[in-house]
């Protein structure tokens, strides 16, 4: 018995497979994902029921409809994966046959990204492939790409960069498609893949699961246009959309100083439409837009939602993940382009002397803590895991972002600059960290610190999470007063005479009352007195008014204990 994919079932109805799944709904059958599997005769009653629907309901009048965020634009897509595992040669076999055929002579050189066509449809790939420039582009707070592929080689299986490649891909929370590569390959063993990914909670859709992994070999070019359809299903699915005639949004990917050009740079739209003349900025770069240039080097006058443009006419090379702004005029990029200059100034003197894990901790916005941990070995990072969590700590959260196995790189460095939920943290155990991370870690105000003893680590961790609770606070007793008199003043209330016995008296601290050795109320000291003055402090052998706050039992002979609250250092 034939069966059929919702999706599939969609593309035969002629409706996109987002308006089959709400019908479905709504004709009491919830709960359908696109891929979900039915029979030919589940198929035959969906497909009776909506069409028969379809006629029955006139259409509805237009103001019932939420208005459209913007129109369908093509996805933008990163490729990911271990080493070898054949990312390039995917791009390279997308880009071969997917990229109508420019002037003769005419693409030489790539701009960072590329656009293939799809049945019609386009597909925007980021060229640079792995999680590093992923996670680059990312760290500045931008959201460059829609799709992630993750390219796992079917011989191989998943690897250490694939592992990592997965944290990147989930802390970016960007939707995924698993590409089992070179299934050509005799030893090729796909159903190992999708196992080891099940393992890891990525489950199969064929599975029951809801990642979508497809079997290609990038060599042959078995199973591309899959993964292309896929793509456009789950941008379809994510409801992937710009506005032509919306606010910019545009991000750079790509930037270099071409010694005949100057900066040349490459961005992503991902909203509005960029045009030539106009005058941008992005970081501390800004210029009038001299040329746009599109994937294949051609000038054109403007790029809409989903199109990658080379731009010429920047004033220097801005880093890629910088997000690109138009201003009304190059007087107002200079103002802004100004004042960014000043913030990075401030930040810089406001870092230099915050470099010590604990302050860079203490000053934390949030009650998170997000750990990096690298370790020499598996075993080693299962057992620093497995400390991590016998940690409790209320009132705050701990999440590990991402664990594996080997050095301190700069990749893990971006993740933590990109991380915006929480405090990062990156923790190396027996592993050394790279020189170029450190660095960057430096700039950026990343803590890294690294241990060779596993107490030591999750000592510190706690220690971290102490410090995002704020900071501890204790009483401290420092006096003890004895009442004398009551006087009970109109309009005020009762205010006792008082003798200050030993330590001192303060205002505003805290008061435990005392009748014959027992606890009558604990409170606060409302006013403090000395003759008909307001004092701060009133020390031992003096004598005192004090009103205790809403307190007015106080008697003779009661004795006040005065306390103070001091921070504990942790
Ligand atoms: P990257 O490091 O992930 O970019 O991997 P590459 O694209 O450079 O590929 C690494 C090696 O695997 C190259 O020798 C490719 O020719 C080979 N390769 C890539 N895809 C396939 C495939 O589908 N089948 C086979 N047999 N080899 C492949």
């Given amino acids: 018995m034939p069966r059929k994919r919702i999706y599939e079932l969609a593309r035969e109805l002629g409706m996109s497979t987002r308006d089959l799944i709400l019908a479905l709904e709504k004709l009491g059958m919830p709960g359908m994902s696109a891929f979900h599997m039915v029979s030919e005769e589940e198929a035959e009653v969906i497909r009776g029921v909506v069409l028969e629907k379809a006629e029955a309901q006139p259409p509805r009048p237009a103001q019932e409809k939420a208005p459209p965020p913007g129109k369908p634009r093509p996805p933008v897509v990163a490729v990911l994966g271990h080493i070898d595992h054949g990312k390039t040669t995917l791009l390279d076999r997308i880009r071969k046959t997917r990229v109508a055929a420019g002037e003769p002579g005419g693409i030489t050189q790539s701009i960072g990204a590329y656009q293939a066509q799809v049945d019609g449809k386009l597909i925007t790939f980021i060229d640079t492939p792995g999680h590093r420039a ?30 990592e490649a997965l944290d990147h891909i989930k ?6 498609i698993v590409a089992i590569n070179k299934v050509d390959k005799p030893e ?42 896929m793509i456009l299903l789950v941008a379809e699915l994510e409801g ?18 071409d010694p005949a050009k100057g900066p040349v740079v490459t961005a ?10 106009d005058v941008v900025v992005a970081g501390t770069a800004w210029g009038r837009i001299r040329a746009l240039l599109d994937h294949q ?17 920047l004033s220097e090379v801005p880093a890629a993940g910088e997000k690109l702004e138009r201003v009304a005029s190059p007087k107002e990029a200079e103002e802004l382009v100004e004042k960014r200059r000043e913030e990075e100034r401030e930040k810089r003197l406001a870092l230099r002397p915050r470099t010590t894990f604990d302050e860079l901790i203490a000053a934390a916005q949030t009650k998170k803590l997000v750990l990096i941990i690298k370790a020499h070995s598996v075993g080693a990072l299962e057992a620093v895991k497995l400390e991590l969590s016998t940690i409790q700590a209320e009132g ?38 790279d020189p170029k991370a450190q660095k960057l870690a430096e700039q950026k105000g990343i803590p890294i610190r690294t241990y060779d003893i596993i107490y030591d680590l999750t000592l510190d961790v706690e220690r971290a999470l102490k410090r995002l609770l704020g900071p501890e606070f204790r009483e401290v007793k420092v006096g003890e007063v004895e009442v004398l008199k009551v006087f009970n003043i109109a309009g005020v209330g009762k205010v006792a005479g008082c003798a200050v016995r030993a330590g001192r008296v303060v205002r505003g601290a805290k008061v435990r009352v005392l009748r014959r050795g027992e606890e009558v109320f ?49």
Wanted: charged share 25%; with cysteine.
């Fill in 268 to 277: 992503i739209v991902k909203n509005g439409t960029l045009r030539e003349r």
């Fill in 522 to 570: 604990v409170g606060e000291i409302a006013s403090l007195k000395r003759f008909a003055e307001d004092v701060k402090e009133v020390r031992e052998g003096y004598e005192c008014g004090i009103r205790v706050r809403d307190f007015e039992d106080v008697r003779e002979g009661d004795v006040l204990e005065v306390y103070v609250l001091e921070e504990v250092p942790v």
């Fill in 240 to 257: 992937v959309s710009g506005d032509p005639e919306g606010a910019l949004e545009a991000i750079i990917i790509e930037s270099h100083l």
């Fill in 297 to 313: 080097g051609k000038r054109i006058p403007a790029a809409g939602p989903g199109t990658p443009v080379q731009i010429l006419g």
């Fill in 188 to 229: 090729s063993k796909p159903e190992m893949v999708k196992q080891q990914l099940a393992n890891l909670g990525y489950i199969p859709e064929d599975w029951g699961g809801n990642t979508i992994m497809v079997p290609i070999s990038a060599l042959t070019g078995q199973g591309v246009d899959e993964l292309l359809e």
């Fill in 134 to 163: 992923f996670t680059a582009m990312r760290a500045r707070g931008a959201k460059a790409t829609d799709i992630a592929v993750l390219v796992v080689a079917a011989d191989d299986g998943v690897m250490a960069q694939t592992l």
């Fill in 171 to 176: 802390a970016a929370g960007v939707p995924m």
């Fill in 396 to 433: 705050v959260e701990l999440e590990i972002l991402h664990a594996g196995v080997g050095q301190i790189t700069e990749s893990d460095v971006l993740l933590a600059v990109a991380e915006s939920q929480g405090q990062p943290l990156i923790l190396g155990f027996g592993v050394k960290v």
